[in-house]
C-alpha cells in the first residue's frame, strides 16, 4: 500500500512529518521497548527535525538509529549524512535523552571495509534480517533512494544487507548503502520530498510505474508513505493524494 500526503508548505510538511514520526516512535517503544529507524542523507535530516527535536513526546533515549546510506567520509566532513542528522536533531537534545547511533567506522575511502563493517553492526543489533520500524528515505532529482542509482548493478543485490558503491555518479563516489532486501522487509517506510525541482521526477514515479526507477522500486512488507509539499506535488493527479 502507498499514500502520498501533501502540505502547503515545508514547515507544514515538517509538523505532518513530526507527528508521524512521533506516533510510529510511541507504538514501536511500547510494543518492544525501543524504535528502530533509518535515515537518510541530503535534505531529509532538516525536514524530519525542524519540530521534531522540540517534541517532548518523543523518547528519543529509545531510538537506535541507522542510515539508510552514508558516504565515504569522516564524520565530520560536510559530505557526512551523520553530520547533517548530528548538527539537525542529536546536537539540539539534551545529554539524557540521547539516541543510540550507528555510525560508519573510519576506513577512508574503503567502501567495501566500510560496507562489511556496517552490516556486521546491523547484525550485532538485529541479528536476522533487518524489520525497521522505519526507514526515511528521500528521492534524488533521478529517482535514487539510498544510494541506489538508476540503471546501477546494485538494484539486483540479493544477499547483501548493506552494499559498497565506488562509483556514484552523484559525489562523493565512495559510499555504503542499504540493499532491496532490508529496504523491503521493513515495517513502514517514509519517503520526504519537496521543492518544485523534484516534480517532475515524483509524477513519474508515482504515476509511471512501468519506469521501474529506484524509489518504485522498493517494495516493503510494511507501507510506503510519502510526505510531499506542494511545490513537488504540482503535476501529480489529484486521486494520487490524501490528506493528512
Ligand atoms: O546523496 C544522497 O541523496 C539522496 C537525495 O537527497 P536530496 O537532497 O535530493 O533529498 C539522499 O536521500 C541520500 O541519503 C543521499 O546520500
Known amino acids: ?126 541479528k536476522e534480517l533487518p524489520a525497521f520500524d522505519l526507514i526515511l528515505l528521500g528521492m534524488g532529482p533521478d529517482g535514487h533512494c539510498c544510494s541506489l542509482f538508476p540503471g546501477h548493478p546494485l538494484l539486483n543485490e540479493t544477499s547483501r544487507w548493506v552494499a559498497p558503491i565506488t562509483d556514484s555518479p552523484k559525489p562523493p563516489p565512495e559510499r555504503i548503502t542499504l540493499t532491496y532486501p532490508v529496504l523491503d522487509n521493513a515495517k513502514a517506510v517514509a519517503f520526504v520530498t519537496a521543492g518544485e525541482g523534484k516534480q517532475d521526477m515524483l509524477q513519474q514515479i508515482l504515476e509511471q510505474p512501468q519506469l521501474q526507477l529506484p524509489c518504485q522500486r522498493v517494495n516493503p512488507k510494511g507501507s510506503v508513505f510519502w510526505f510531499v509539499d506542494d511545490a513537488a506535488a504540482g503535476k501529480l493527479q489529484k486521486q494520487t493524494i490524501s490528506k493528512y
Open 1 to 126: 500500500m502507498s499514500i502520498t500526503y501533501t502540505f502547503p508548505s515545508t514547515d507544514a510538511l515538517s509538523s505532518g512529518l513530526n507527528d508521524f514520526v512521533a506516533k510510529r516512535s510511541s507504538e514501536a517503544i511500547a510494543d518492544h521497548g525501543a524504535f528502530t529507524v533509518a535515515v537518510s542523507g541530503g535534505s531529509l535530516p532538516k525536514l524530519l527535525s525542524k519540530e521534531l527535536r522540540q517534541n517532548p513526546n518523543v523518547d528519543f533515549s529509545k531510538w537506535q538509529i541507522f542510515w539508510a546510506d552514508e558516504r565515504c567520509v569522516p564524520l565530520d566532513d560536510a559530505d557526512s549524512n551523520y553530520r547533517e542528522l548530528k548538527i539537525q536533531l542529536l546536537d539540539t537534545l539534551d545529554s539524557d535523552k540521547q539516541p543510540k547511533s550507528y555510525t560508519i567506522g573510519a576506513f577512508g575511502k574503503d567502501a567495501e571495509k566500510a560496507a562489511v563493517d556496517y552490516e556486521q553492526q546491523l547484525k550485532d543489533y538485529f
